[in-house]
């Protein structure tokens, strides 16, 4: 047994630059306004250690020192005395409740806020029949669904880190195939979405937000219009049906 401790985590530069990228493109695209929305990476397992967005940046001009290292209780740990943001305990709680994930993306987009707001009484938001639900980890086919838990909003993130550890308590994150679930919204608020890195966690952001504005916009048209055309099986379940 090696008596020489581990090295501590630490991030490279590249890391960091492909955070501000991720920060300067979401605020680019409308999903990071004002201070709004953080980002990490997991940095090490065992124990955890995250790399997370500091407190109040305007993620369209992220530094290279706008970032701190967190251990699993959201402290930070690399002594710089700077404030991690609010919500890094969220990133914590999801990080050390899914063994897979290397990186866990916020945004606060228009279509994100308005539907967690209006879909909150049911609990989650459906999105089913869309083509670019495919862009999600394990979705193979149009012909899917994704239902994505809504979380009443507050400020309080100890309260909210417990109820989001009770609603995914059953769930195996390690199963194989298609994982449970891909992200969550907190209602009125916005989406946290994860992957098993950057590339990935951001490709789901951009998937989520794709798909937030359909259905918004969706249920702006006329009831009859506001369905994704129906898959072939659905349709050959149509035929039969008529034909019977
Ligand atoms: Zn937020």
């Known amino acids: 047994m090696s008596l020489v401790p581990a090295p501590r985590a630490a991030a490279d530069t590249d890391t960091i630059d492909l955070l501000r990228t991720v920060g300067r493109e979401f605020h680019g695209r409308g999903w990071s306004l004002g201070t709004s929305s953080n980002y990490s990476v997991v940095l090490a397992r ?16 992220l530094g290279r020192e706008d970032f701190v290292r967190v251990d699993a209780a959201g402290r930070v740990v690399d002594g710089s005395g700077r404030r991690s943001s609010a919500e890094t305990l969220l990133h914590c709680t999801l990080a050390s409740m899914i063994p897979s994930v290397g990186a866990v993306l916020h ?9 967690s707001a209006a879909d909150l009484p049911r609990g989650s938001l459906r999105i089913a029949g869309y083509e670019m639900l495919k862009g999600l980890e394990g979705i193979g086919s149009h012909d899917a669904f994704e239902e994505v838990p809504i979380f009443a909003n507050t400020q309080d993130m100890a309260e909210l880190s417990v109820r989001i550890r009770r609603q995914f308590a059953g769930v195996d994150w390690t199963a194989e195939g298609r994982p449970p679930c891909h992200g ?14 950057l590339a990935e966690a951001r490709r789901h952001i951009e998937i989520f937000e794709f798909l937030f504005e359909c259905v918004a916009r969706a249920r702006m048209l006329p009831v009859s219009d506001r369905s994704p055309p129906p898959s072939v099986g659905q349709r050959q379940a149509q035929h039969h049906q008529q034909q019977q």
């Open 46 to 61: 065992d124990p955890l250690e995250l790399l997370v967005t500091v407190s109040g940046k305007d993620k369209s001009a």
């Open 107 to 115: 945004t606060h987009s228009v279509w994100g806020t308005i539907l």
């Open 184 to 197: 969550f919204l907190l209602s009125g608020h916005g989406l946290y979405t994860w992957g098993r890195d």
